[in-house]
């Protein structure tokens, strides 16, 4: 969850550090550090506690030039974030480096390392691998040897970049389990753990696999694969633009990006529909096959994403009356899952390194599942590679830690999904038709409700000076209510849940009083009538009530209920979507008026690639 930039040119590379800092800020905030080599043997290296910006005044303070660097924005995992566990880490002999993931055998072998009369002044990770590889250089003068030698010995995830002040020309990247690339530049190298890092200063990359180590100079790039033997890995080159990953004229990029949504889900749809029906091409070459043998469906996700697929799962058996089960990764990689026949696993993730999802696909694809689908915003990323089928969201660059547009490019996407099973199960030519109609209608349906920003803005006034929120919903609506409670929490920091409103009765009821903010989506459903039951058991407790209702619901403002009027013509299928974007600026501005740091909030990071 933290950040890595490193670059071998003919020009002084701090400013490439800082600004590839800059664009991974949202992958850890709570420390930043920069190393380099300025003409000599000595590792010049400068840590700063909290933002990038505070590395960027140190350096003003205390300036500092190289033609080689590494560099790193944190979020802590081991050891509390201050100067002296920040990265880059340093050992003798002017060996730094820069490190994401957990070493789950660090212990072992600190105390191998203290024997051996190594000092640590950290209490990370990290330092022990650094000393490791000087260990390993010992009679060698190697140091990509000695890195290979290292990670053979470490258990867990990594993704790390070292360099070395007697090799003013290289650098040294390897990974198992989090992210790692090369950019090739003209004369010049560059390595990162996110592409969006680079974007500034190349489109080019050659993306590592699992167990790779690379040796990266000026001119020419070494790979060797987890057997150490010689390999080639294929260049690509990227659509995505710098200025894709800039706020531009707005307060944060989490508003941004939530304005962002309706072209976002358009752009999800498009060239996959033609002539009111889905593409069997979307899904890949391979897809047609699978979709007709598949008898079942299991979804795998995390967070936000997990709340798509709960979705999904409503939608799936509804539909194609097809079995869905939707699983959290965390709690399926540690089962011995049983798997019906024919079932197809689908795993959802916005950055496709999140540790979890990825321990789950690699999990299913021993397991015995019929095939694996990733629905993934990168299509460069580990999830998608080690898939079977693939469906891109195409949300592009999501900053903002908490998740706007890659929730509802996933509903999208899981949409297709759900007209592409029902193909094979009997919904016939007219129910795709009429489907893939309303998933065309989203984009304007998502312009529509953002409209709904100034009187959600007045909204958000009540519900910023409370501790406490109440989320409800059922049906597919249900799951909605999970992600704008997660998203109110997330970024306010008011504790709020959700509930499936009909279980108000069995424990919920007894939060219930005037200051307790209950706040419900009531689009016009089968489960209308269900919905305001339960309001009506809410308000007779004095709750204070605050409903998103479709215009012909019939639920009507008074004493203690406010109405928030959504769009009209909202179908079941559509719902989820639209009832997205209210909650989502229902957390922004009551975040902003509570002050906090929004875009970063405290203790989360934007890509979980460890436990």
């Known amino acids: 969850m933290c950040g890595i930039v490193g670059a071998v040119a003919g020009r002084d590379v701090v400013p490439i550090l800082i600004e590839g800092l800059k664009r991974l800020e949202y992958r850890g905030y709570d420390s930043a550090g920069v190393a380099v080599l300025n003409g000599g043997t000595e590792v010049a290296r400068l840590r700063a506690v909290g933002k990038v910006a505070m590395l960027s005044e140190a350096l003003l303070a205390s300036p500092t030039a190289g033609h080689l660097g590494i560099a790193h924005t944190r979020w802590a995992t081991h050891g509390v974030p201050n100067e002296r566990n920040a990265h880059p880490h340093i050992s003798r002999d002017g060996i730094a480096i820069v490190h994401n993931g957990i070493i789950e055998n660090h212990e072992e072998l600190r105390a191998e390392l203290e024997r051996l009369g190594y000092e640590f002044t950290s209490d990370t990770d990290t330092e022990v691998i650094a000393h490791r590889i000087h260990h390993h250089l010992a009679g060698k003068n190697d140091l990509f040897a000695a890195v290979r030698e290292t990670v053979a010995e470490l258990r867990g995830a990594y993704s790390l970049a070292v360099m070395w002040g007697q090799d003013p020309d290289c650098i040294v990247l390897a990974r198992a389990g989090c992210p790692a690339l090369i950019g ?46 010689p390999v080639t890995r294929a260049e690509y080159v990227s659509e995505q633009s710098a200025e894709a990953a800039e706020r531009g004229d707005y307060a944060h990029f989490m508003l941004k990006e939530i304005h962002e949504q309706p072209r976002a889900v358009a752009q999800t749809l498009s060239e996959r529909i033609a002539g009111g029906k889905l593409l069997s091409q979307a899904f890949g070459p391979a897809a047609m096959e699978v979709l007709k043998r598949t008898t079942s469906v299991h979804i795998v996700a995390c ?3 997990y709340h798509a697929g709960v979705v999904a799962g409503y939608f799936i058996e509804q539909i194609c009356r097809v079995p869905c089960r939707v699983e959290i990764a965390s709690e399926f990689r540690y089962r011995d899952p049983v798997v019906p026949a024919n079932s197809l696993f689908v795993s959802i993730s916005q950055s496709g390194e999140t540790a979890d999802s990825l321990a789950a696909l690699r999990l299913a694809r021993k397991a015995g599942f019929l095939s694996t689908l990733a629905i993934c915003n990168v299509p460069e990323s580990s999830l998608v590679r080690e898939s079977e089928l693939v469906l891109l969201t195409r949300a592009g660059p999501e900053i903002g830690v908490a998740s706007t547009k890659a929730f509802t490019t996933q509903l999208a996407a899981l949409g297709m999904l759900v007209i592409a099973i029902g193909k094979h199960h009997g919904i016939g030519a007219e129910r795709e038709n009429g489907l893939v109609k309303r998933l065309l209608e989203l984009p304007a349906m998502l312009e529509q409700t953002l409209a709904l920003d100034p009187v959600i803005r007045e909204l958000a006034k009540e519900i910023a000076p409370k501790h406490h929120a109440l989320f409800l919903g059922r049906g597919a609506m249900f799951p909605i209510a999970m992600e704008g409670a997660l998203k109110l929490k997330e970024i306010s920091y008011i504790h709020a849940e959700a509930y499936a409103a009909g279980e108000l009765k069995h424990g919920p009821l007894a939060l219930v009083d005037a200051d307790m903010p209950v706040i419900a989506v009531a689009p ?13 058991e809410v308000r007779a407790r004095g709750g204070m009530l605050y409903v998103f209702a479709d215009p012909e619901s019939g639920i009507e403002p008074s004493d203690g209920v406010q109405v928030i009027t959504m769009p009209r013509h909202v179908t079941y299928f559509q719902a989820p979507a639209v009832y997205t974007i209210p909650l989502q600026l229902l957390a922004y501005h009551t975040a902003v008026l509570r002050g906090t740091d929004l875009d970063q909030p405290r203790n989360l990071a934007k890509s979980v690639t460890v436990e």
């Open 184 to 229: 090739i530049g003209e004369d010049e190298n560059f390595v990162a753990s996110d592409i969006a890092a680079l974007l500034p200063v190349t489109r080019r990359f050659v993306i590592l696999e699992e167990g790779d180590v690379a040796c990266i100079h000026r001119r020419s790039i070494e790979i060797v694969d987890t057997a150490g033997q």
């Open 524 to 536: 016009n459903n089968d489960l209308l009538e269900k919905v305001k039951s339960n309001l009506q």
């Open 303 to 305: 967070g936000t994403s």
